[in-house]
Protein backbone atom coordinates (compact mmCIF):
# COMPACT_ATOMS: atom_id res chain seq x y z
CA UNK A 1 0.00 0.00 0.00
CA UNK A 2 1.43 3.94 -0.65
CA UNK A 3 -0.28 6.76 0.26
CA UNK A 4 -0.20 9.50 -2.43
CA UNK A 5 -0.34 12.31 0.09
CA UNK A 6 -1.83 14.04 3.36
CA UNK A 7 -4.61 15.99 1.82
CA UNK A 8 -5.42 17.98 4.41
CA UNK A 9 -5.10 18.42 8.40
CA UNK A 10 -8.90 19.78 9.72
CA UNK A 11 -7.93 21.88 13.15
CA UNK A 12 -10.43 22.44 15.65
CA UNK A 13 -10.67 25.98 16.85
CA UNK A 14 -12.70 28.26 19.04
CA UNK A 15 -12.81 30.88 16.69
CA UNK A 16 -12.27 30.02 12.65
CA UNK A 17 -11.44 33.92 12.10
CA UNK A 18 -9.12 34.54 14.60
CA UNK A 19 -7.44 31.08 13.98
CA UNK A 20 -7.69 31.75 9.66
CA UNK A 21 -5.46 35.46 10.98
CA UNK A 22 -3.26 33.67 13.04
CA UNK A 23 -2.44 30.59 10.40
CA UNK A 24 -2.17 33.43 7.65
CA UNK A 25 -0.12 35.05 9.58
CA UNK A 26 2.31 32.46 10.97
CA UNK A 27 2.60 30.10 7.82
CA UNK A 28 2.34 32.17 5.27
CA UNK A 29 -1.24 30.80 4.11
CA UNK A 30 -3.98 31.78 2.05
CA UNK A 31 -7.80 31.77 2.59
CA UNK A 32 -8.29 29.06 -0.28
CA UNK A 33 -13.02 29.69 0.67
CA UNK A 34 -14.80 29.80 3.54
CA UNK A 35 -18.09 27.91 4.31
CA UNK A 36 -21.17 28.76 6.52
CA UNK A 37 -23.58 26.53 8.45
CA UNK A 38 -26.98 28.19 7.24
CA UNK A 39 -30.35 25.61 8.44
CA UNK A 40 -28.63 22.86 8.49
CA UNK A 41 -26.73 23.27 5.21
CA UNK A 42 -23.00 24.43 4.08
CA UNK A 43 -23.04 27.26 2.24
CA UNK A 44 -19.34 28.79 0.82
CA UNK A 45 -19.20 32.55 0.85
CA UNK A 46 -18.79 34.28 -2.31
CA UNK A 47 -14.77 35.24 -3.11
CA UNK A 48 -13.80 38.12 -1.24
CA UNK A 49 -16.69 38.32 1.66
CA UNK A 50 -15.17 38.25 4.96
CA UNK A 51 -17.21 36.57 7.74
CA UNK A 52 -19.21 39.62 8.52
CA UNK A 53 -21.19 38.56 5.89
CA UNK A 54 -21.91 35.09 7.92
CA UNK A 55 -23.03 36.53 11.25
CA UNK A 56 -25.60 34.49 13.21
CA UNK A 57 -24.79 31.51 11.22
CA UNK A 58 -22.13 28.52 11.97
CA UNK A 59 -18.65 29.25 10.78
CA UNK A 60 -18.23 25.89 9.77
CA UNK A 61 -15.03 26.05 8.32
CA UNK A 62 -11.82 27.88 6.41
CA UNK A 63 -9.66 26.11 3.82
CA UNK A 64 -6.01 27.32 4.14
CA UNK A 65 -3.30 26.49 1.65
CA UNK A 66 0.12 27.19 0.55
CA UNK A 67 1.67 24.74 -1.65
CA UNK A 68 1.11 21.67 -0.25
CA UNK A 69 -0.16 22.25 2.87
CA UNK A 70 -3.94 22.71 3.06
CA UNK A 71 -5.52 23.56 7.12
CA UNK A 72 -8.79 23.33 7.03
CA UNK A 73 -10.20 25.20 10.44
CA UNK A 74 -13.30 23.85 12.07
CA UNK A 75 -15.24 26.19 14.70
CA UNK A 76 -15.98 24.12 17.85
CA UNK A 77 -14.85 21.35 19.64
CA UNK A 78 -17.23 18.23 18.04
CA UNK A 79 -16.75 16.29 20.76
CA UNK A 80 -12.87 16.04 19.95
CA UNK A 81 -10.47 15.55 23.21
CA UNK A 82 -7.86 17.63 21.09
CA UNK A 83 -7.30 20.27 18.24
CA UNK A 84 -6.44 17.76 15.76
CA UNK A 85 -9.98 17.22 14.11
CA UNK A 86 -8.79 14.72 11.19
CA UNK A 87 -6.35 14.00 8.81
CA UNK A 88 -7.04 13.45 5.30
CA UNK A 89 -5.10 10.84 3.39
CA UNK A 90 -5.13 10.56 -1.18
CA UNK A 91 -4.94 6.79 -2.01
CA UNK A 92 -5.21 5.07 -5.49
CA UNK A 93 -8.73 2.82 -5.39
CA UNK A 94 -6.61 -0.31 -4.98
CA UNK A 95 -4.81 0.64 -1.58
CA UNK A 96 -8.05 2.52 -0.62
CA UNK A 97 -9.49 -1.19 -0.65
CA UNK A 98 -6.93 -2.36 1.25
CA UNK A 99 -7.00 -0.25 4.16
CA UNK A 100 -10.55 -0.73 4.38
CA UNK A 101 -10.17 -4.68 4.58
CA UNK A 102 -7.88 -3.29 7.33
CA UNK A 103 -9.71 -0.85 9.38
CA UNK A 104 -12.50 -3.43 9.81
CA UNK A 105 -9.69 -5.84 10.78
CA UNK A 106 -9.25 -3.62 13.75
CA UNK A 107 -12.32 -2.95 14.41
CA UNK A 108 -12.31 0.85 13.99
CA UNK A 109 -15.55 2.64 14.60
CA UNK A 110 -16.35 3.90 10.89
CA UNK A 111 -18.34 7.33 10.41
CA UNK A 112 -18.49 7.04 6.98
CA UNK A 113 -18.25 4.34 4.34
CA UNK A 114 -18.68 5.22 -0.11
CA UNK A 115 -17.14 3.66 -2.58
CA UNK A 116 -14.50 6.84 -2.39
CA UNK A 117 -14.51 7.76 0.64
CA UNK A 118 -13.69 6.17 4.29
CA UNK A 119 -14.16 7.91 7.66
CA UNK A 120 -13.14 6.22 10.67
CA UNK A 121 -11.35 6.68 14.50
CA UNK A 122 -8.64 4.60 15.43
CA UNK A 123 -8.38 3.14 18.93
CA UNK A 124 -6.82 6.07 20.18
CA UNK A 125 -9.52 8.62 18.94
CA UNK A 126 -7.69 10.23 16.13
CA UNK A 127 -10.14 10.27 12.73
CA UNK A 128 -8.71 9.39 9.55
CA UNK A 129 -10.52 10.59 5.63
CA UNK A 130 -9.32 8.28 3.65
CA UNK A 131 -9.90 9.32 0.09
CA UNK A 132 -9.62 9.66 -3.92
CA UNK A 133 -9.62 13.07 -4.11
CA UNK A 134 -6.39 15.04 -4.58
CA UNK A 135 -6.69 18.44 -2.88
CA UNK A 136 -4.06 20.03 -5.49
CA UNK A 137 -7.12 23.16 -6.39
CA UNK A 138 -8.29 23.56 -3.72
CA UNK A 139 -10.81 25.95 -4.15
CA UNK A 140 -12.77 23.38 -5.99
CA UNK A 141 -13.27 21.66 -3.04
CA UNK A 142 -15.71 24.57 -1.68
CA UNK A 143 -19.16 23.62 -0.97
CA UNK A 144 -20.25 26.58 -3.10
CA UNK A 145 -18.27 25.19 -6.55
CA UNK A 146 -19.37 21.48 -5.74
CA UNK A 147 -23.05 21.99 -4.85
CA UNK A 148 -23.88 25.82 -5.83
CA UNK A 149 -24.98 26.85 -2.28
CA UNK A 150 -23.24 30.36 -1.97
CA UNK A 151 -23.79 32.78 0.80
CA UNK A 152 -25.49 35.27 0.82
CA UNK A 153 -27.61 33.39 -1.83
Request: net charge negative; glycine share 10%; charged share 25%.
Amino acid sequence: MEYLGVTHIALSVPSVPDAEEYYCSLLGLAVAFRDVEVEGEWYSLRPGTDWRAADGWTRAMSALGNGALVLALEEGDRGMTGPVDHIGLRLTLEDLTALRIRAFEHEVTVEENRADLLVFRDRYGVCWEAGLTAYDQLAVMATGNRTGRWWPA
